[in-house]
C-alpha cells in the first residue's frame, strides 16, 4: 500500500454538516476529527447525507480548516442550485420572532465583522452564503467564522465559541441591506432606500447560480418587493449597524 493510499484508507466520515438543507459529510484523517468537529460543532446534524463526501485535507491543521470551510459551502450552494436564491450575505435574525435582515457584500468586505460584532445581539445564521427559500425564509448555516488570529492562515473558530446568538425560530426575510463599510464615513450609518432596479443591479452579481433559476431577476424583484424595498447602508464600523438592524427588524406596529 502506497502513503497516499494508507492516507485514503485512514479517513472516514466525521461529521455531517448541515447547511441551509443540505447535510454534506466532512471525510478527515484522526488527526483532524477534533478540530473538524469543534470548529463546525454549531452545524452539525445527524440527518442522513445529502451530498457527496467533503474531504479536510491540508498540511496542518490550520490550512485543512481553512480549506474545509469553502468545500462545504460550495457542494451545498452546488446542491441548491435554481432552487434557492443563494446571496453572498450575511443574517441575523431577531431571536425572539425570527425577523432577518439580511447583509449582502462582497467577500473580504466586512460580514464576518459585522457577524461577530452583530451577533451577540441577533442571532447568527450565516456570515457567507444566506439562502432564501421563494416565500423569504432565510435558511440557517452556522458555519465557523473566520477569524485573524495572528497567523497566515484565519482561525475558523465556531459561533458558540464567541458567543453569537441562535434561534429556533423559523426566519424570515425582514431586510434585505447592501452594504458598505467606509472607514472614513463620519456622522453614523446613512440608510438609503434603492430603486427596484438598482437594488438587482447591486444585488445580482453577489448571488451564486442566479442564471440556472427559472425568471432569476424576476425572484430578485419579489424579495425585494417583500420587504418593502432593499437598502442601501454606509457604515464606518460594525457596531453602528445594530441601531439600524432594531429598527428594520421591530415588529410593525
Known amino acids: 500500500m502506497s502513503s497516499t493510499d494508507k492516507i485514503e484508507s485512514e479517513r472516514d466520515v466525521v461529521a455531517h454538516v448541515s447547511a441551509f438543507g443540505v447535510v454534506v459529510p ?11 468537529l469543534e470548529a463546525w460543532r454549531d452545524a452539525l446534524t445527524d440527518a442522513e447525507p445529502t451530498t457527496a463526501v467533503v474531504d479536510a485535507v491540508g498540511q496542518d491543521v490550520a490550512s485543512a480548516l481553512h480549506h474545509l470551510s469553502p468545500a462545504v459551502t460550495t457542494a451545498a ?78 482561525k475558523q473558530v465556531a459561533p458558540s465559541e464567541l458567543g453569537l446568538l441562535a434561534t429556533e425560530r423559523e426566519c424570515r426575510l425582514a431586510a434585505l441591506l447592501v452594504i458598505e463599510r467606509d472607514p472614513q464615513h463620519r456622522g453614523g450609518p446613512t440608510v438609503e432606500p434603492l430603486e427596484t432596479v438598482d437594488a438587482i443591479a447591486a444585488i445580482a452579481p453577489q448571488s451564486s447560480y442566479l442564471p440556472s433559476m427559472d425568471k432569476p431577476l424576476h425572484r430578485l424583484a419579489e424579495l425585494i418587493h417583500l420587504v418593502g424595498g432593499a437598502r442601501h447602508v454606509r457604515y464606518a464600523e460594525s457596531a453602528d449597524l445594530e441601531p439600524v438592524l432594531t429598527e428594520l427588524l421591530a415588529v410593525p406596529s
Open 77 to 154: 450552494i452546488d446542491a441548491r442550485a435554481g432552487d434557492l436564491v443563494m446571496l453572498h450575505a450575511a443574517a441575523l435574525a431577531d431571536p425572539a420572532t425570527g425577523r432577518t435582515a439580511v447583509l449582502v457584500a462582497a467577500s473580504g468586505t466586512g460580514k464576518t465583522t459585522a457577524s461577530v460584532t452583530l451577533g451577540r445581539t441577533f442571532a447568527y445564521l450565516t456570515d457567507e452564503t444566506s439562502a432564501i427559500t421563494p416565500d423569504g425564509v432565510v435558511l440557517t448555516y452556522r458555519k465557523p467564522l473566520s477569524i485573524i488570529d495572528g497567523g497566515h492562515l484565519k
Open 26 to 36: 466532512v471525510r478527515a484523517s484522526p488527526a483532524l476529527r477534533g478540530p473538524v
